[in-house]
T-cell receptor, first 117, second 112 residues
């Protein structure tokens, strides 16, 4: 149980285009979903927290107009990187909490590797 | 920043040996969690220890928490080559709304 999927797993795009990444909780209803970014050989940095039906809360320094988050249902959250540039190339990972009614534990997706040319 | 510091940054051991990783943090926490990440993959939750707990076991894993020193350790006993991965501690900060702040990570390599 508590499986989280992400799609796509890998995406290459041209500079200036927008990229949408989906995060789904497959076997539980996620009360909260989190989006992280991880640069090579570095730790995960939280970008934003989203609750179903409400606006995402962004961490300091994360541009909300550039990283659009939609949490339309209890099993799906999307992150759209708008007008992507090479410096946005990174590993994006989502997580979801709420499995079994517990909010403490986050279950992570497999990540999406974004390369912007 | 609340981000935890982990040491060592990298650890290389032989199969069968024990591996110990340490994590320090800065502010009051609800719990501390350890995760494993294989290269280029997502994170796997290993163990959660609450602020009122001092030690927890799960299989070959043993986690300790010292809130007075704001530190935790992860011990992997009888390591295997399959344990090769990066290990991160993450803190659920008091009043933080269940957000996790990740440490810098320890890269563990277990050699045959």
């Amino acid at each position: 149980g508590a499986v989280v999927s992400q799609h796509p797993s890998r995406v290459i795009c041209k500079s200036g285009t927008s990229v949408k990444i989906e995060c789904r909780s497959l076997d539980f209803q996620a009360t909260t979903m989190f989006w992280y970014r991880q640069f090579p050989k570095q730790s995960l940095m939280l970008m934003a927290t989203s609750n179903e039906g409400s606006k995402a809360t962004y961490e300091q320094g994360v541009e909300k107009d550039k990283f659009l988050i939609n949490h339309a249902s209890l099993t799906l959250s999307t992150l759209t990187v708008t007008s992507a540039h090479p410096e946005d190339s990174s590993f994006y990972i989502c997580s979801a909490s709420g499995a079994g009614g517990r909010v403490e534990t986050q279950y992570f997706g497999p990540g999406t590797r974004l390369l912007v040319l | 920043s609340q981000q935890g510091e982990e040491d060592p940054q990298a650890l290389s051991i032989q199969e069968g040996e024990n591996a110990t990783m340490n994590c320090s943090y800065k502010t009051s926490i609800n719990n501390l969690q350890w995760y494993r990440q294989n290269s280029g993959r997502g994170l796997v939750h290993l163990i959660l220890i609450r602020s009122n707990e001092r030690e927890k076991h799960s299989g070959r894993l043993r986690v300790t928490l010292d809130t007075s020193k704001k530190s935790s350790s992860l011990l992997i006993t009888a390591s295997r080559a399959a344990d090769t991965a990066s290990y991160f501690c993450a803190t659920d900060v008091t009043g933080g709304g269940n957000k996790l702040t990740f440490g810098t990570g320890t890269q563990l390599k277990v050699e045959l």
